[in-house]
Every structure is written in structure tokens, then in C-alpha cells.
């Protein structure tokens, strides 16, 4: 399987939304959960939600839950809609897809893409 590829990403301030986009070129995405993770300068990367297949489960991060809501917008992408975004949020975003029915862990996910930065200033 190839790699996933993210976009969407940008500079926006305290605040404001960004929608973020994870696809599968010329290919479905695994029939497993797809996750959204995130690093930043000198972290290591976090798990920030992942969806099942179906959409029908889904789970976040305490930080973004009620801020940031993950998506199925077809067979090939699976969305990262950002709202009330903090200077926080501020790293490199990367999906993966899962090699499991449903996981949050990171060690569950591979396919990554080359990330797309969200910087969150003012």
C-alpha cells in the first residue's frame, strides 16, 4: 500500500478553523480505522483521533475533544475539521492508516504521509 497524503494545513490565529484532508491515491483506504496524529518542534507524535471504518466510532484526544471533529468523506479521505484552534495546536499533522480494527496507538499505524503544518499565532 502507498502512502496517504495530508493537506490543509496553514497559518490561521487563535480561534480560527482549519479542515484538514487525508487520501488515498488511486486506492480505498484500509478497511480498518484511519487515525490523526500530531508532532511538535522537539515532542514526540501524539495521537490526536482516529475513526472505524464505518465512522461509527470515533475518539480523541482530550485536548481537541469538542473542538476538533474527524470525518469518512469517502472510500479515499477521511477529514480533520479544527475549530476554536490554540496557539497549542501549533505542530505537524500526520493520518495513518491502522493495521487494526480500531487503535489509537500509534504502533497500529502506518502509510504516513509527509504531514501538513497547522501554526496557530497571532
Known amino acids: 500500500q502507498g502512502q496517504l497524503q495530508e493537506s490543509g494545513g496553514g497559518l490561521v490565529q487563535p480561534g480560527g478553523s482549519l479542515r484538514l484532508a487525508c487520501t488515498a491515491s488511486?486506492?480505498?483506504?484500509?478497511?480498518?480505522?484511519v487515525g490523526w496524529f500530531r508532532q511538535a518542534p522537539g515532542k514526540e507524535r501524539e495521537f490526536v483521533a482516529a475513526?472505524?471504518?464505518?465512522?461509527?466510532?470515533t475518539e480523541y484526544t482530550d485536548s481537541v475533544q469538542g473542538r476538533f471533529t474527524i470525518s469518512r468523506d469517502n472510500e479515499n479521505a477521511v477529514s480533520l475539521q479544527m475549530n476554536s484552534l490554540k496557539p497549542d495546536d501549533t505542530a505537524v499533522y500526520y493520518c495513518?492508516?491502522?493495521?487494526?480494527?480500531?487503535?489509537?496507538?500509534?504502533?497500529?499505524?502506518?502509510?504516513w504521509g509527509q504531514g501538513t503544518q497547522v501554526t496557530v499565532s497571532s
Open positions: 495513518g492508516e491502522g493495521r487494526v480494527r480500531f487503535s489509537t496507538t500509534i504502533n497500529d499505524f502506518g502509510s
Open positions: 475513526i472505524s471504518w464505518s465512522g461509527a466510532v
Open positions: 488511486g486506492r480505498t483506504l484500509s478497511r480498518y480505522t
